[in-house]
């Protein structure tokens, strides 16, 4: 995916992200519910394990590359609890999330946060989902986790600004560039079973 052409500066950086990815963003949500799902156990263990396999390798990326105020609260650890009380495992490490990144360096790692924090709006809604469906017992540490909404609260506060075409094309780069990962990982899901085995 590539960035979106900027002419001039920016009003809201935050709108130039959503314009660069809304169809990124509704192809994962799509892409997320048919390679996995959640209306049985077995389809929700698959989504945590999705989730768990390609979100482990941008926080790791954001953890080394990002300036410490743009880290966002690590899921990882909540989604291996989640596993591990459904009886699963975590799947096996991936290849290593990558980006070439330049003198913009936080906005590049501005634009990757955005997408794993604007994650928890989704979660929330799955969530309220699945309590509709009266799975209200399900383990749910990562689909509620307040951390990451707070963090998403603040982040969008510091978003919604003016900025300059360089900022826009960085932050839009990083942001369509985790879209892509997620979906590679969401599309192999589909082709080939990515369940987390069951805890012996």
Known sequence: MQAIGVTGSTDNLRMCLRGATASAHDLLDASMRAASGWSSLDDYADFLALQHAARAPVEDWLAETAPQDLVPPAQCPLIANDL????????????????????????????????????SLGNRSILKELRRAGHVEWPHAFLGDDHMLTYWQGLRRRIERPAKVAEVEAASAAAAAVFDHFLRFAGESDATDHRSEPTQ
């Open 84 to 119: 591990a009380d459904l009886g699963h495992s975590v799947p096996p490490m991936a290849a290593p999330f990558s980006l070439h990144i330049d003198e913009y360096r936080q906005s590049h790692a501005l634009g990757a946060a955005w997408v794993l924090a604007g994650s």
